[in-house]
């Protein structure tokens, strides 16, 4: 199922592969090549994050 960016409803996600950063018990990680989506007209990124 294609997902749309929620913000105008775009359909143009490109797939491309970013730095990805967040932080967890204070710390930042940095995982690098994560694939997502990112919308063409607003650049907004859409990860697929597994739950394992
Ligand atoms: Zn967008």
Not at 8 to 20: A, E, F, H, S
Not at 25 to 34: A, G, M, P, R, T
Request: proline share 2%.
């Amino acid at each position: 199922m294609r997902k749309t960016c929620h913000f105008y409803g775009n359909k143009n996600l490109k797939q491309v592969n970013v730095q990805y950063t967040y932080t967890h018990d204070n710390k930042y990680l940095i995982v690098n090549e994560v694939p997502c989506e990112q919308c063409e007209y607003c650049g907004e990124q859409y990860f697929k994050m597994a739950k394992r």
